[in-house]
C-alpha cells in the first residue's frame, strides 16, 4: 500500500472550490506553526545564548518567576494528551481507509513535537532569565491558534458536530491554543519585556540565593516537582560518596519550625481572641491548625479526589479490553470511507483502551503521590511547629512540677517522639478518610452499572459490615491508648533506673528494679494484646469483606440474574472491589537591693507553703550567704527568688537602678547566673559547658578555670577542655562537675551571681581555694551580688550579709556583728561549729603533707590502676559503638526478629501465607474458568450450580485463612516484642558504668521510647503488608505468564529497569535514614537536657539561645526526614511508571490468547493491575528497612 500526504484518490488534491475547502490543505496549513517554531528555537536550544542567559546569579538553575509558570505547564501537558487523542484518532481513521492518508496524522505527530519543544524552550528561558525570546512562543501559539481555529470553521461548515471525535479534538485544541495565547501575554503586561520601555526588574527569592539551601521541591517546574527529577543528582551521588548534613543543606524559609511556629502562634492567638468574651469557652487548636496549614490540606484532598476519580479508568478499561476479546469488530478486513470516526468507535480498540488505561493509571499515580508529598510536608510543617510550642512550654514549667512528678522526662520523650509523630500521620490521613465516601459511592455505582440490581447485595455487604469495622476502629483506639499510658509509666521507671544506675549497681539492686519495670511490661504488654487481637481483626476484615462481598455478589447474580456471568462484567467488578479494599481500611486506621522578697509564701504546687513569711532583701554587688539545717529550704528560697515555685502570696522584687557599679553594663542587666546543688552539665566539651555559649576570652577563660582549680583536671583529660563528657558528667567525678558548673557561672557576665552550696562535692583544701580566689577574689573584685548557700560556717565572716533559715522560713537576717549583738545563743552554736571545721581542715592538710612524702609511689601504683581500667574499658567499648552508629541492616537482624516470635508462629505464618495466597489464586482463576466456560457453552443449572459451589467453597476457605494469617502475623509480633524488650531492658541495666558515662540519657531512652513503639506496634502490620504485596507479585507473574507466556520476554527488561533503580535508591534511603536516626536523637536529648536544667537555663536567661539551639535541631531532622520522604516518591513514581508501561504491554499481548482462553487473558489483565494498585512491594519493603533500623539497635 503506497504512501501520500492527501492519499490516491485524486479528488484528494481538488482546489476548484477554494484551497481552504480542501481538508488536506487545512491539515497542511496546520504544519506551518510547529515547522515555524522547530525552525526557530532549535538553534537557541543548541547553539545557547552564552553570556547574554542571564543577568540575575544563583546558585540553583531554578528560578521560576513568570506569570502563570503552573497554568502553562498544566495546559501545555492537557495539549499533549489532545494531540496524542489526535493521532490516535488520525491512525485508527486511516486504517480503515483503502490507501494511506498521512495528513490525518502527520500534523499531530508534529504539533506534538512543537508542544514538547516549546515547553523545553520555556524551562531553559525562564531559568536563564532572558524573557525577549519569548516572542517566537507567543507567535507560535497565535499562528497555532489561527490555524485550528480555520480547521475548525471547516469542519462546522461541512456539517460536522459535537458527535465526531475529530471536531471535538480540534475544539478542544483551539481552547488550549487561547489560553496559552493568553498566558503568554500576561507574562509580556507583567514583565514588560517587549513593547514596553521600561522592563521589569525581577530578583530571586532569598532561598535560592542562599547556597545552603538544597531541598528544591518547592522552586523547580512541574514536570520536576511530578517525577522529582531534581533528585537525581543526589540518589546518584550517593552511590559515590555517602549523604551527610552538608549535601542535604538546610530547611527553605517557609519550611522552617520557627516559620511555622509563628504562623500557628498567630492562628492560635486569634481563635483566643474569638473566645474571650466567653468564659466557658477555650480556644481551638484543632481550628489553629486549619487556619495555620488549612490550604496545603485542601490541595492534597483535591488531588487525593482526582487520583481516586482517575482510579475507576481501571475497571471501566478492563471491561472494554476483555469485552472485546469476545466480540472484536475488526476480525474481518473492514474499509470505509467515512471520513469521521464517533467516540465510541474510537474507544472500541483494545489498544486505544491500553493507551487510555496507561495514561490513566499514569495521571492516578502522580495525584496520588503530590498528595502523599503536600501532606507529609504539612505534617512535618505542623510537627516543627508543635516541638517549638511543646519546648516553649517547657522552658515555662515550675520546678515543682518535675520534681513532684507531675512531668517527667519520660512523658517529655513520649510527647516529642510519638505523639507529635502520631499527630503528623493523623494529618497524612486527613485526605484519605475524607476521599473514602468517594470512593465507595463511586464503586457502589459502577458495580450497579456492570451487575445491576446483584450488586447491591455486594454492597448491602460492606454495608452492614461497616459498624464491625467503626466497632473495631474504636476498640482499636482505646487499646492504643490504654497502651501509651502503661508505656508512659514504664518509661517512667526506666528513666529512674537509668538516673540512679551507679547507686544501683553499687548495692547490686538491678534485678530487683528490673522486676519493677517488668510488671510494668507485662501490663503493658496486657494491653498489646488486646490491640494485636483489634489490628489482626482489622486486618482480616479488610481482607475479607471484599472476598464475601464478591461471593455474595455473584453467586445472587448466577441465580437470580437471568443473563449469564461474562469475564468483562466478572473482572471488572473484582477490580472495582480491589479499589474498595482502601476506604475499608482506612475506616479502621486517629533598695539599693538586687533582689527583695516581701510577705512570701512560695509552694511546690501542693497548695501547703514550703516557705512561709518570707521578708529579705539582698544587697546589690555584696556577698550574702544563706545558712541553715539541712532541709530547711535554702536552695527553695533561691528557686523562689528565680520563679521556679508557685507563689501563694507576695512579690520578688528585681532592682531596676540605673546606678550600677562600674563594671555593669545595660547587657548585663538583670542578667543571673546560677550553679544548681545538683550539678548540670550539657553533652558537650568542657569549653562549652563553662563558656555557655558566651563569647570565648581566653584571659578570662583562663582566670576562671584557675579560681576553680580545674587546670589539673582537664590537663588529665585526653583532648583537654576539648573533651566531650557525658549528658549529665558522670565520666566525671562529683566534685569536678560542681567545679564546672561554678566555674560557668563565674564565667558569664551577670550582675546577679546565685551558688548553692557549691562546697557540697569538694574536699577542704578544694573549698578554701574556690573561695579565697573564686568567690572572695574573682567575683568581689568584680563588684558582682552574690548569693551563697552554704554549710561552711567559717566562711561567714567574709559575709557582706547573712540569711539564716529554719523549717523554711527565715530565722535572722543581717551581717554577723548584728547576729552576735541580737542572736547570742545562734551565734555560739555556729562559733562552735565552726571551731569543728577548723579542726577538720588541720587533719586534711596533716594527711596531705604525709601524702607528699610518698607522691612516687602513689603516682606510679595510680598509673598501674589506670592501664587495668583502660583494659576494661576497651572490652567494654564495643557496646556504647553500637547504639552511637547507625550501620548498614543485616538480614541476620530480620531472622532474629522472627524467630524472636517463635519458630512455631514463624512456620505457621510462612504456611498459612501461602496456603491463603494460593487459594486467592484459585479464586480468580476458578471464576475465569466459570466465565469462559459458561459462556461459550452455555450449560445448564448444572454446571452453573458446580461453578458456585466451588467458587463459594473457594472464598469460605480465603475468609478463614484471612483470619489465621493476620492472628498469626499479629502473635508472633507481639511474643517478639515481649522477648526483645526483655533482652534490651537486661543488656542495658547490666552494662558497665562506662556505658552510662559516655551514652546520653536521651539516646538510651530513644531506644525505650520510640524504637520500643516501632516494633510493639508498628512492624507486625508492616510485615504484613510486606509479605501481602510480595506473594501478591510473585502471584501475578505467575498467573501472567500462565496467561501469556510471551510477557517472560517483558518481564526481562522490567527486571533490569527495577535492579537498577532499587540499586540507587537503595544506598540513598540507607544514608537518609541514618541521618533522619540520628538527627533525632540529639533533638531528644536536647529536650531532655532541657528539661533536668530548667532552672540553670532560666538563671542564667539563656531561654532564647537553648530555644534556637532547638529550632536549629528540629529543621536539622525535618530536613533529614523530608529527604527521605522525596526519596521514597522517587522511587515509586519510577517503579510505578515502569509498571504501568509493562502493563499496558501485558494488556496487548492479552489479545494474542485464543478465543476459549479469554478469561485466563482477562485474569492476567486483572492481577497486572491489582499489581499497579498495591504500589508493588517497593513501598513496604522501605517502610519494614525503616522499622528495622530500629530494631538492630534493640537486637544489639
Same mark, same amino acid.
Given at each position: 500500500?503506497?504512501?501520500?500526504?492527501?492519499?490516491?484518490?485524486?479528488?484528494?488534491?481538488?482546489?476548484?472550490?477554494?484551497?481552504?475547502?480542501?481538508?488536506?490543505?487545512?491539515?497542511?496549513?496546520?504544519?506551518?506553526?510547529?515547522?515555524?517554531?522547530?525552525?526557530?528555537?532549535?538553534?537557541?536550544?543548541?547553539?545557547?545564548?552564552?553570556?547574554?542567559?542571564?543577568?540575575?546569579?544563583?546558585?540553583?538553575?531554578?528560578?521560576?518567576?513568570?506569570?502563570?509558570?503552573?497554568?502553562?505547564?498544566?495546559?501545555?501537558?492537557?495539549?499533549?494528551?489532545?494531540?496524542?487523542?489526535?493521532?490516535?484518532?488520525?491512525?485508527?481513521?486511516?486504517?480503515?481507509?483503502?490507501?494511506?492518508?498521512?495528513?490525518?496524522?502527520?500534523?499531530?505527530?508534529?504539533?506534538?513535537?512543537?508542544?514538547?519543544?516549546?515547553?523545553?524552550?520555556?524551562?531553559?528561558?525562564?531559568?536563564?532569565?532572558?524573557?525577549?525570546?519569548?516572542?517566537?512562543?507567543?507567535?507560535?501559539?497565535?499562528?497555532?491558534?489561527?490555524?485550528?481555529?480555520?480547521?475548525?470553521?471547516?469542519?462546522?461548515?461541512?456539517?460536522?458536530?459535537?458527535?465526531?471525535?475529530?471536531?471535538?479534538?480540534?475544539?478542544?485544541?483551539?481552547?488550549?491554543?487561547?489560553?496559552?495565547?493568553?498566558?503568554?501575554?500576561?507574562?509580556?503586561?507583567?514583565?514588560?519585556?517587549?513593547?514596553?520601555?521600561?522592563?521589569?526588574?525581577?530578583?530571586?527569592?532569598?532561598?535560592?540565593?542562599?547556597?545552603?539551601?538544597?531541598?528544591?521541591?518547592?522552586?523547580?517546574?512541574?514536570?520536576?516537582?511530578?517525577?522529582?527529577?531534581?533528585?537525581?543528582?543526589?540518589?546518584?551521588?550517593?552511590?559515590?560518596?555517602?549523604?551527610?548534613?552538608?549535601?542535604?543543606?538546610?530547611?527553605?524559609?517557609?519550611?522552617?519550625?520557627?516559620?511555622?511556629?509563628?504562623?500557628?502562634?498567630?492562628?492560635?492567638?486569634?481563635?483566643?481572641?474569638?473566645?474571650?468574651?466567653?468564659?466557658?469557652?477555650?480556644?481551638?487548636?484543632?481550628?489553629?491548625?486549619?487556619?495555620?496549614?488549612?490550604?496545603?490540606?485542601?490541595?492534597?484532598?483535591?488531588?487525593?479526589? !482526582?487520583?481516586? *476519580? &482517575? @482510579?475507576?479508568?481501571?475497571?471501566?478499561?478492563?471491561?472494554? =479490553? #476483555?469485552? +472485546?476479546?469476545?466480540?472484536?469488530?475488526?476480525?474481518?478486513?473492514?474499509?470505509?470511507?467515512?471520513?469521521?470516526?464517533?467516540?465510541?468507535?474510537?474507544?472500541?480498540?483494545?489498544?486505544?483502551?491500553?493507551?487510555?488505561?496507561?495514561?490513566?493509571?499514569?495521571?492516578?499515580?502522580?495525584?496520588?503521590?503530590?498528595?502523599?508529598?503536600?501532606?507529609?510536608?504539612?505534617?512535618?510543617?505542623?510537627?516543627?511547629?508543635?516541638?517549638?510550642?511543646?519546648?516553649?512550654?517547657?522552658?515555662?514549667?515550675?520546678?515543682?512540677?518535675?520534681?513532684?512528678?507531675?512531668?517527667?522526662?519520660?512523658?517529655?520523650?513520649?510527647?516529642?517522639?510519638?505523639?507529635?509523630?502520631?499527630?503528623?500521620?493523623?494529618?497524612?490521613?486527613?485526605?484519605?478518610?475524607?476521599?473514602?465516601?468517594?470512593?465507595?459511592?463511586?464503586?457502589?455505582?459502577? !458495580?450497579?452499572? *456492570? &451487575? @445491576?440490581?446483584?450488586?447491591?447485595?455486594?454492597?448491602?455487604? =460492606? #454495608?452492614? +459490615?461497616?459498624?464491625?469495622?467503626?466497632?473495631?476502629?474504636?476498640?482499636?483506639?482505646?487499646?492504643?491508648?490504654?497502651?501509651?499510658?502503661?508505656?508512659?509509666?514504664?518509661?517512667?521507671?526506666?528513666?529512674?533506673?537509668?538516673?540512679?544506675?551507679?547507686?544501683?549497681?553499687?548495692?547490686?539492686?538491678?534485678?530487683?528494679?528490673?522486676?519493677?519495670?517488668?510488671?510494668?511490661?507485662?501490663?503493658?504488654?496486657?494491653?498489646?494484646?488486646?490491640?494485636?487481637?483489634?489490628?489482626?481483626?482489622?486486618?482480616?476484615?479488610?481482607?475479607?469483606?471484599?472476598?464475601?462481598?464478591?461471593?455474595?455478589?455473584?453467586?445472587?447474580?448466577?441465580?437470580?440474574?437471568?443473563?449469564?456471568?461474562?469475564?468483562?462484567?466478572?473482572?471488572?467488578?473484582?477490580?472495582?472491589?480491589?479499589?474498595?479494599?482502601?476506604?475499608?481500611?482506612?475506616?479502621?486506621?486517629?533598695?539599693?537591693?538586687?533582689?527583695?522578697?516581701?510577705?512570701?509564701?512560695?509552694?511546690?504546687?501542693?497548695?501547703?507553703?514550703?516557705?512561709?513569711?518570707?521578708?529579705?532583701?539582698?544587697?546589690?554587688?555584696?556577698?550574702?550567704?544563706?545558712?541553715?539545717?539541712?532541709?530547711?529550704?535554702?536552695?527553695?528560697?533561691?528557686?523562689?527568688?528565680?520563679?521556679?515555685?508557685?507563689?501563694?502570696?507576695?512579690?520578688?522584687?528585681?532592682?531596676?537602678?540605673?546606678?550600677?557599679?562600674?563594671?555593669?553594663?545595660?547587657?548585663?542587666?538583670?542578667?543571673?547566673?546560677?550553679?544548681?546543688?545538683?550539678?548540670?552539665?550539657?553533652?558537650?566539651?568542657?569549653?562549652?559547658?563553662?563558656?555557655?555559649?558566651?563569647?570565648?576570652?581566653?584571659?578570662?577563660?583562663?582566670?576562671?578555670?584557675?579560681?576553680?582549680?580545674?587546670?589539673?583536671?582537664?590537663?588529665?583529660?585526653?583532648?583537654?577542655?576539648?573533651?566531650?563528657?557525658?549528658?549529665?558528667?558522670?565520666?566525671?567525678?562529683?566534685?569536678?562537675?560542681?567545679?564546672?558548673?561554678?566555674?560557668?557561672?563565674?564565667?558569664?557576665?551577670?550582675?546577679?551571681?546565685?551558688?548553692?552550696?557549691?562546697?557540697?562535692?569538694?574536699?577542704?583544701?578544694?573549698?578554701?581555694?574556690?573561695?579565697?580566689?573564686?568567690?572572695?577574689?574573682?567575683?568581689?573584685?568584680?563588684?558582682?551580688?552574690?548569693?551563697?548557700?552554704?554549710?561552711?560556717?567559717?566562711?561567714?565572716?567574709?559575709?557582706?550579709?547573712?540569711?539564716?533559715?529554719?523549717?523554711?522560713?527565715?530565722?535572722?537576717?543581717?551581717?554577723?556583728?548584728?547576729?552576735?549583738?541580737?542572736?547570742?545563743?545562734?551565734?555560739?552554736?555556729?562559733?562552735?561549729?565552726?571551731?569543728?571545721?577548723?579542726?577538720?581542715?588541720?587533719?586534711?592538710?596533716?594527711?596531705?603533707?604525709?601524702?607528699?612524702?610518698?607522691?612516687?609511689?602513689?603516682?606510679?601504683?595510680?598509673?598501674?590502676?589506670?592501664?587495668?581500667?583502660?583494659?576494661?574499658?576497651?572490652?567494654?567499648?564495643?557496646?556504647?559503638?553500637?547504639?552511637?552508629?547507625?550501620?548498614?541492616?543485616?538480614?541476620?537482624?530480620?531472622?532474629?526478629?522472627?524467630?524472636?516470635?517463635?519458630?512455631?508462629?514463624?512456620?505457621?505464618?510462612?504456611?498459612?501465607?501461602?496456603?491463603?495466597?494460593?487459594?486467592?489464586?484459585?479464586?480468580?482463576?476458578?471464576?475465569?474458568?466459570?466465565?469462559?466456560?459458561?459462556?461459550?457453552?452455555?450449560?445448564?443449572?448444572?454446571?452453573?450450580?458446580?461453578?458456585?459451589?466451588?467458587?463459594?467453597?473457594?472464598?469460605?476457605?480465603?475468609?478463614?485463612?484471612?483470619?489465621?494469617?493476620?492472628?498469626?502475623?499479629?502473635?508472633?509480633?507481639?511474643?517478639?516484642?515481649?522477648?526483645?524488650?526483655?533482652?534490651?531492658?537486661?543488656?542495658?541495666?547490666?552494662?558497665?558504668?562506662?556505658?552510662?558515662?559516655?551514652?546520653?540519657?536521651?539516646?538510651?531512652?530513644?531506644?525505650?521510647?520510640?524504637?520500643?513503639?516501632?516494633?510493639?506496634?508498628?512492624?507486625?502490620?508492616?510485615?504484613?503488608?510486606?509479605?501481602?504485596?510480595?506473594?501478591?507479585?510473585?502471584?501475578?507473574?505467575?498467573?501472567?505468564?500462565?496467561?501469556?507466556?510471551?510477557?517472560?520476554?517483558?518481564?526481562?527488561?522490567?527486571?533490569?529497569?527495577?535492579?537498577?533503580?532499587?540499586?540507587?535508591?537503595?544506598?540513598?534511603?540507607?544514608?537518609?535514614?541514618?541521618?533522619?536516626?540520628?538527627?533525632?536523637?540529639?533533638?531528644?536529648?536536647?529536650?531532655?537536657?532541657?528539661?533536668?536544667?530548667?532552672?540553670?537555663?532560666?538563671?542564667?536567661?539563656?531561654?532564647?539561645?537553648?530555644?534556637?539551639?532547638?529550632?536549629?535541631?528540629?529543621?536539622?531532622?525535618?530536613?533529614?526526614?523530608?529527604?527521605?520522604?522525596?526519596?521514597?516518591?522517587?522511587?515509586?513514581?519510577?517503579?510505578?511508571?515502569?509498571?504501568?508501561?509493562?502493563?499496558?504491554?501485558?494488556?496487548?499481548?492479552?489479545?494474542?490468547?485464543?478465543?476459549?482462553?479469554?478469561?485466563?487473558?482477562?485474569?492476567?489483565?486483572?492481577?497486572?493491575?491489582?499489581?499497579?494498585?498495591?504500589?508493588?512491594?517497593?513501598?513496604?519493603?522501605?517502610?519494614?528497612?525503616?522499622?528495622?533500623?530500629?530494631?538492630?539497635?534493640?537486637?544489639?
Amino acid at each position: 500500500m503506497s504512501l501520500s500526504f492527501c492519499g490516491n484518490n485524486i479528488s484528494s488534491y481538488n482546489i476548484y472550490d477554494g484551497v481552504l475547502q480542501n481538508p488536506c490543505f487545512v491539515d497542511a496549513l496546520n504544519l506551518v506553526p510547529h515547522v515555524f517554531l522547530l525552525f526557530i528555537t532549535f538553534p537557541i536550544l543548541f547553539i545557547g545564548w552564552g553570556s547574554q542567559s542571564s543577568k540575575v546569579q544563583i546558585h540553583h538553575n531554578t528560578w521560576l518567576h513568570f506569570p502563570g509558570h503552573n497554568l502553562r505547564w498544566i495546559l501545555t501537558f492537557a495539549l499533549l494528551f489532545v494531540h496524542v487523542c489526535e493521532i490516535a484518532e488520525g491512525i485508527v481513521s486511516d486504517s480503515r481507509r483503502e490507501s494511506r492518508h498521512l495528513h490525518l496524522f502527520m500534523p499531530a505527530v508534529m504539533g506534538f513535537v512543537a508542544t514538547t519543544t516549546s515547553i523545553v524552550y520555556y524551562h531553559n528561558i525562564e531559568t536563564s532569565n532572558f524573557p525577549k525570546l519569548l516572542l517566537a512562543l507567543f507567535l507560535y501559539w497565535v499562528m497555532a491558534f489561527i490555524t485550528k481555529t480555520i480547521k475548525l470553521v471547516k469542519y462546522w461548515q461541512s456539517g460536522w458536530g459535537v458527535s465526531d471525535l475529530r471536531f471535538c479534538i480540534t475544539g478542544i485544541m483551539v481552547i488550549l491554543n487561547g489560553l496559552l495565547m493568553a498566558v503568554e501575554i500576561n507574562v509580556i503586561r507583567v514583565r514588560r519585556y517587549v513593547f514596553f520601555m521600561n522592563p521589569q526588574k525581577v530578583k530571586p527569592p532569598e532561598d535560592l540565593q542562599d547556597l545552603g539551601v538544597r531541598f528544591l521541591q518547592p522552586f523547580v517546574n512541574l514536570l520536576s516537582k511530578a517525577t522529582y527529577w531534581w533528585m537525581n543528582t543526589l540518589i546518584i551521588s550517593a552511590h559515590k560518596k555517602p549523604i551527610d548534613l552538608k549535601a542535604i543543606g538546610k530547611l527553605p524559609i517557609a519550611m522552617r519550625a520557627v516559620t511555622n511556629y509563628v504562623c500557628l502562634k498567630e492562628a492560635y492567638e486569634e481563635q483566643k481572641k474569638k473566645v474571650a468574651d466567653y468564659p466557658n469557652r477555650t480556644p481551638s487548636i484543632w481550628l489553629a491548625m486549619y487556619r495555620a496549614f488549612g490550604r496545603p490540606i485542601l490541595l492534597s484532598s483535591t488531588f487525593r479526589y !482526582l487520583a481516586d *476519580l &482517575l @482510579g475507576f479508568a481501571g475497571p471501566l478499561c478492563i471491561s472494554g =479490553i #476483555v469485552q +472485546l476479546l469476545y466480540h472484536y469488530w475488526g476480525e474481518a478486513d473492514i474499509f470505509t470511507t467515512s471520513e469521521t470516526l464517533s467516540s465510541k468507535e474510537f474507544l472500541e480498540n483494545s489498544y486505544v483502551l491500553a493507551v487510555l488505561l496507561f495514561l490513566a493509571l499514569i495521571l492516578q499515580r502522580t495525584f496520588l503521590q503530590a498528595s502523599y508529598y503536600v501532606t507529609i510536608e504539612t505534617g512535618i510543617n505542623l510537627r516543627g511547629a508543635l516541638l517549638a510550642m511543646i519546648y516553649n512550654k517547657i522552658l515555662r514549667l515550675s520546678t515543682s512540677n518535675l520534681s513532684m512528678g507531675e512531668m517527667t522526662l519520660g512523658q517529655i520523650n513520649n510527647l516529642v517522639a510519638i505523639e507529635t509523630n502520631q499527630l503528623m500521620w493523623f494529618l497524612f490521613l486527613c485526605p484519605n478518610l475524607w476521599a473514602m465516601p468517594v470512593q465507595i459511592i463511586m464503586g457502589v455505582i459502577l !458495580l450497579y452499572n *456492570l &451487575l @445491576g440490581s446483584s450488586a447491591l447485595v455486594g454492597a448491602a455487604v =460492606i #454495608v452492614l +459490615l461497616a459498624p464491625i469495622q467503626y466497632f473495631i476502629a474504636t476498640k482499636l483506639a482505646e487499646a492504643q491508648k490504654s497502651t501509651l499510658d502503661y508505656s508512659t509509666e514504664r518509661l517512667k521507671k526506666t528513666n529512674e533506673i537509668l538516673k540512679g544506675i551507679k547507686l544501683l549497681k553499687l548495692y547490686a539492686w538491678e534485678h530487683i528494679f528490673c522486676k519493677s519495670v517488668e510488671e510494668t511490661r507485662m501490663k503493658e504488654l496486657s494491653s498489646l494484646k488486646t490491640f494485636a487481637l483489634y489490628t489482626s481483626l482489622s486486618i482480616f476484615m479488610n481482607a475479607a469483606i471484599p472476598i464475601a462481598a464478591v461471593l455474595a455478589t455473584f453467586v445472587t447474580h448466577a441465580y437470580a440474574s437471568g443473563n449469564n456471568l461474562k469475564p468483562a462484567e466478572a473482572f471488572a467488578s473484582l477490580s472495582l472491589f480491589h479499589i474498595l479494599v482502601t476506604p475499608l481500611f482506612l475506616l479502621s486506621t486517629v533598695v539599693r537591693f538586687a533582689v527583695k522578697v516581701t510577705n512570701g509564701y512560695f509552694s511546690w504546687g501542693s497548695g501547703l507553703a514550703t516557705l512561709s513569711n518570707i521578708d529579705i532583701r539582698i544587697p546589690t554587688g555584696q556577698l550574702t550567704m544563706v545558712v541553715g539545717q539541712v532541709g530547711c529550704g535554702k536552695s527553695s528560697l533561691l528557686l523562689a527568688i528565680l520563679g521556679e515555685m508557685q507563689t501563694l502570696e507576695g512579690k520578688v522584687h528585681w532592682s531596676n537602678s540605673k546606678s550600677q557599679p562600674r563594671f555593669f553594663s545595660l547587657s548585663r542587666l538583670y542578667s543571673v547566673a546560677y550553679a544548681a546543688q545538683k550539678p548540670w552539665l550539657l553533652n558537650a566539651t568542657v569549653e562549652e559547658n563553662i563558656t555557655f555559649g558566651s563569647p570565648f576570652n581566653k584571659q578570662r577563660y583562663k582566670a576562671v578555670t584557675d579560681a576553680c582549680s580545674l587546670q589539673p583536671d582537664i590537663d588529665l583529660l585526653p583532648f583537654g577542655d576539648q573533651t566531650e563528657i557525658g549528658e549529665r558528667g558522670i565520666n566525671l567525678s562529683g566534685g569536678q562537675r560542681q567545679r564546672i558548673c561554678v566555674a560557668r557561672a563565674l564565667y558569664q557576665n551577670t550582675n546577679i551571681v546565685l551558688l548553692d552550696d557549691p562546697f557540697s562535692a569538694l574536699d577542704i583544701h578544694l573549698s578554701d581555694h574556690l573561695m579565697q580566689e573564686g568567690i572572695l577574689k574573682f567575683l568581689q573584685d568584680d563588684k558582682r551580688t552574690l548569693v551563697l548557700v552554704t554549710h561552711k560556717l567559717q566562711y561567714l565572716t567574709h559575709a557582706d550579709w547573712i540569711i539564716a533559715m529554719k523549717d523554711g522560713t527565715v530565722l535572722r537576717e543581717g551581717t554577723l556583728k548584728d547576729i552576735q549583738t541580737k542572736d547570742v545563743e545562734l551565734y555560739e552554736h555556729w562559733k562552735t561549729l565552726m571551731n569543728r571545721q577548723d579542726q577538720e581542715l588541720e587533719k586534711v592538710i596533716r594527711k596531705t603533707l604525709r601524702r607528699a612524702m610518698y607522691s612516687r609511689e602513689a603516682k606510679a601504683q595510680l598509673e598501674d590502676e589506670d592501664e587495668e581500667e583502660e583494659e576494661e574499658e576497651d572490652e567494654d567499648d564495643n557496646m556504647s559503638t553500637v547504639m552511637r552508629l547507625r550501620t548498614k541492616m543485616p538480614w541476620r537482624t530480620c531472622w532474629r526478629y522472627l524467630t524472636s516470635g517463635g519458630f512455631f508462629l514463624l512456620f505457621l505464618m510462612i504456611f498459612s501465607k501461602l496456603l491463603k495466597h494460593s487459594v486467592i489464586v484459585a479464586i480468580d482463576y476458578w471464576l475465569a474458568t466459570w466465565t469462559s466456560e459458561y459462556s461459550i457453552n452455555n450449560t445448564g443449572k448444572a454446571d452453573q450450580t458446580y461453578y458456585v459451589a466451588g467458587f463459594s467453597i473457594l472464598c469460605g476457605a480465603g475468609i478463614f485463612l484471612c483470619l489465621v494469617t493476620s492472628l498469626t502475623v499479629e502473635w508472633m509480633g507481639l511474643t517478639a516484642a515481649k522477648n526483645l524488650h526483655h533482652n534490651l531492658l537486661n543488656k542495658i541495666i547490666l552494662g558497665p558504668i562506662r556505658f552510662f558515662d559516655t551514652t546520653p540519657l536521651g539516646l538510651i531512652l530513644n531506644r525505650f521510647s520510640a524504637d520500643t513503639n516501632i516494633i510493639d506496634q508498628h512492624i507486625p502490620p508492616t510485615l504484613e503488608s510486606l509479605t501481602r504485596s510480595t506473594l501478591l507479585c510473585l502471584s501475578a507473574i505467575g498467573m501472567i505468564s500462565y496467561a501469556t507466556p510471551v510477557f517472560l520476554v517483558a518481564l526481562v527488561p522490567l527486571g533490569v529497569a527495577f535492579y537498577f533503580i532499587q540499586k540507587y535508591f537503595r544506598v540513598a534511603s540507607k544514608d537518609l535514614q541514618e541521618l533522619d536516626d540520628t538527627t533525632q536523637l540529639p533533638l531528644l536529648c536536647h529536650f531532655s537536657e532541657t528539661a533536668e536544667g530548667l532552672t540553670t537555663i532560666r538563671a542564667f536567661r539563656h531561654e532564647t539561645r537553648f530555644k534556637q539551639r532547638m529550632l536549629e535541631l528540629t529543621d536539622t531532622n525535618n530536613i533529614a526526614y523530608l529527604f527521605l520522604s522525596a526519596a521514597n516518591r522517587w522511587l515509586e513514581v519510577r517503579t510505578v511508571r515502569s509498571s504501568h508501561d509493562f502493563e499496558m504491554e501485558a494488556q496487548q499481548k492479552g489479545g494474542l490468547v485464543q478465543r476459549g482462553s479469554q478469561g485466563k487473558g482477562a485474569l492476567s489483565v486483572l492481577f497486572f493491575f491489582c499489581v499497579c494498585e498495591e504500589d508493588w512491594p517497593r513501598a513496604n519493603i522501605c517502610c519494614q528497612s525503616s522499622s528495622l533500623f530500629s530494631l538492630e539497635e534493640d537486637c544489639h
